[in-house]
């Protein structure tokens, strides 16, 4: 069975960095792109990046162009969202969630790991 | 860029049909998938591929799409299905992935 594995919570000041890993099981790490998503309280879905299988390839969101860094450990089979310059407005449930595709036309996310709450604020 | 735009709220009587849409020009070319996120919890998909339920989805949802538009269709909506419903296909013009607004589904 898939499992996606997220840490805890976290409470940063705001210009803080945080670090939030999801380790995956149950499925060849290797094969799947993975994506970050968050979730501000109250608000809806928002798409963050996506790092390659051996994670020699990733694509940001734009608006985290700077401040945001993927990476994956294939020897743990851990990815990890680095977050830096933080506001109150990063806080958020950050998700992260396994990469399917067919055929170049068709993407889906599944599963979702349970999600990690980041708290900012002085 | 290209968004998708979904209805904020939509009800349902218990046990009646209701379809909830989302538009965008990036759903002519790439397929939609669709999530159901209840309170609290990791969002769970429930229709990939435009039109692929996933095993153990129940197979009273279903998805379709025509032109700009993908559809997500309950048929017999159960007090269970009451929960946020999001949209999501690649961008067309960028190496990127968009989320609709999300549509919350009130079940009466």
């Known amino acids: 069975q898939v499992h996606l594995v997220q840490s805890g919570a976290e409470v940063k000041k705001p210009g803080a960095s945080v670090k939030v890993s999801c380790k995956s099981s149950?499925?060849?790490?290797?094969?799947?792109?993975m994506h970050w998503v968050r979730q501000a309280p109250g608000h809806g879905l928002e798409w963050m990046g996506v790092?390659?299988?051996?994670?020699?390839?990733?694509a940001y969101e734009q608006k985290f162009q700077g401040r945001v860094t993927m990476t994956r450990d294939t020897s743990t089979n851990t990815d990890y969202l680095e977050l830096s310059s933080l506001r109150s407005e990063d806080t958020a449930v950050y998700y992260c969630?396994?990469?399917?595709?067919?055929?170049?036309?068709?993407?889906?996310?599944?599963?979702w790991g349970q999600g990690s709450l980041v708290t900012v604020s002085s | 860029s290209s968004e998708l735009t979904q209805d904020p709220a939509v009800s349902v009587a218990l046990g009646q049909t209701v379809r909830i849409t989302c538009q965008g020009d990036?759903?002519?070319?790439?397929?939609s998938s669709w999530y159901q996120q209840k309170p609290g919890q990791a969002p769970i998909l429930v229709i990939y591929?435009?039109?692929a339920r996933p095993s153990g989805i129940p197979d009273r949802f279903s998805g379709s799409s025509s032109g700009n538009t993908a559809s997500l269709t309950i048929t017999g909506a159960q007090a269970e299905d009451e929960a946020d419903y999001y949209c999501?296909?690649?961008?067309?013009?960028?190496?990127?992935?968009?989320f609709g607004g999300g549509t919350k589904l009130t079940v009466l």
């Open positions: 790092i390659s299988p051996t994670g020699d390839a990733r």
């Open positions: 591929n435009k039109d």
């Open positions: 149950g499925y060849t790490f290797t094969s799947h792109w």
């Open positions: 999501n296909s690649r961008d067309i013009s960028a190496n990127r992935w968009v």
């Open positions: 990036s759903l002519r070319t790439y397929h």
């Open positions: 969630a396994r990469d399917w595709s067919m055929a170049d036309r068709g993407w889906w996310f599944d599963p």
